[in-house]
């Protein structure tokens, strides 16, 4: 999961642009946090955003694939962003919105879940 120093400080800033984010080294990869919450990673110089069920169709209808750390029967709950969309500010904002609500809503379930 190595990620080039260039990728890494290239996409940090692009969605430090929209709102301030930090990035944490992990298992070879690039955690990323907004807000508290971890919404994205870097993994082989791709960019992956968390999803859920309502975000997903917008990845897939794009072809893109989900993050897979250990093979194909390991998908994660994150799917790779289009490189054309890390390079829009635009389209790139309301992205990054969708994936750090998501995110927002991961917690907030996870939460309910210890108090249960």
């Not at 990673?41 to 694939?65: C, H, N, S």
């Amino acid at each position: 999961m190595a990620v080039s120093e260039s990728y890494r400080e290239f996409v940090l800033e692009q969605l430090g642009r929209v709102t301030p984010v930090t990035g944490k080294s992990m298992f070879g990869g690039v955690g990323i946090y907004a807000q508290g919450l971890f919404f994205a990673l870097i993994a082989e110089d791709r960019l992956y955003f968390k999803v859920d069920d309502t975000t997903r169709p917008d990845f897939e209808q794009l072809g893109m694939e989900p993050f897979r750390p250990f093979g194909e029967d390991s998908a994660m709950g994150y799917y790779e962003v289009p490189g054309d969309v890390v390079e829009d500010p635009v389209r790139l904002t309301a992205w990054m919105k969708k994936a750090i609500d998501v995110a927002a809503k991961a917690r907030i379930k996870k939460k309910k879940a210890v108090k249960q």
